[in-house]
């Protein structure tokens, strides 16, 4: 089976963390944590913020790891390090995705999480990352 390494963005701003619907492949239609692909030679925080750069067109700060998801798809085994995310410029741009929506606590829920991403979520959730009191 391939072995992917990706990275993914928690991008918080206020109360709220960022959500983006995929816009390509096998996935299209799914909703995820921004990121992607770790090249050769970079580290995840650098993969991180060019991948954001790319996809989204803002610039971020890596501000900690969340969590590390393993997931078996039917044709690819993911290995996804997650890190908690704030922008520090720019206004975000949709090049990969179909759509993005900012979510909070209690609407955290609403989108069709890809697999994956689910794991992603109860993290959240478990660190209080997005609590009510926001």
């Known amino acids: 089976m391939k072995y992917?390494?990706?990275v993914a963005a928690i991008i918080k701003q206020g109360n709220k963390i960022l959500a983006t619907?995929?816009?390509?492949?096998?996935?299209?239609g799914g909703w995820e944590f921004p990121g992607g692909k770790i090249e050769e030679g970079e580290t995840p925080e650098e993969a991180l913020?060019?991948?954001?750069?790319?996809e989204l067109e803002a610039l971020i700060e890596v501000d900690s790891l969340v969590t590390v998801v393993d997931y078996d798809y039917d044709?690819?085994?993911?290995?996804?390090?997650?890190f908690l995310c704030h922008v520090a410029s720019g206004q975000f741009e949709l090049h990969e995705h179909m759509a993005a929506r900012w979510l909070d606590?209690?609407?955290?829920?609403s989108v069709?999480?890809?697999?994956?991403?689910?794991?992603?979520?109860?993290?959240?959730?478990?660190?209080?990352i997005l609590s009510p009191e926001d």
Do not use: S
Not at 112 to 128: F, H, N, R, S, T
């Open 4 to 6: 992917i390494n990706v």
């Open 21 to 28: 619907q995929r816009g390509y492949g096998d996935l299209a």
């Open 49 to 54: 913020v060019r991948e954001i750069h790319e």
């Open 75 to 82: 044709t690819f085994h993911l290995h996804m390090h997650c």
């Open 105 to 109: 606590a209690g609407n955290i829920d």
């Open 112 to 128: 069709a999480w890809l697999p994956a991403d689910e794991a992603v979520v109860a993290a959240i959730k478990d660190q209080g």
